[in-house]
Nanobody, 122 residues
Framework: QVQLVESGGGLVQTGDSLTLTCAASGRTFSSYAVGWFRQAPGKDRELVVGMNYNGGSTFSDDSVKGRFTISRNNALNTVTLKMNSLKPEDTAVYYC???????????????WGRGTQVTVSS
């Protein structure tokens, strides 16, 4: 019932900033928890940042704390990932995901976008 479309990926240099946007469908989106995952070549997909339905609870992986920030605008059905001080190890396909609970997002979210590539050159 939820469709997610990521945008904003691209090629940047070490130290640059980049903002990814996830556009969601459905008038019930405001009740969904969301997260941003990434998958680098040869590595498992990992949750980097997440947020519950109203922003009252968030999660950030240690690798991105202080650099990545998740936010949402339920009126516009969008989720944003602001990435600062990008490093080559941030290179990955970034996916937006959603589910009814924050716990579900952190384990196995039901809804996924197709992903957007972020490449950070050294």
């Amino acid at each position: 019932q939820v469709q997610l479309v990521e945008s904003g990926g691209g090629l940047v240099q070490t130290g640059d900033s980049l903002t990814l946007t996830c556009a969601a469908s459905g008038r019930t989106f405001s009740s969904y928890a969301v997260g941003w995952f990434r998958q680098a070549p040869g590595k498992d997909r990992e949750l980097v940042v997440g947020m519950n339905y109203n922003g009252g609870s968030t999660f950030s992986d240690d690798s991105v704390k202080g650099r990545f920030t998740i936010s949402r605008n339920n009126a516009l059905n969008t989720v944003t990932l602001k990435m600062n001080s990008l490093k080559p190890e941030d290179t990955a396909v970034y996916y937006c995901a959603a589910d009814l609970t924050f716990s579900a997002v952190r384990t196995a979210p039901r809804y996924w976008g197709r992903g957007t590539q972020v490449t950070v050159s050294s």
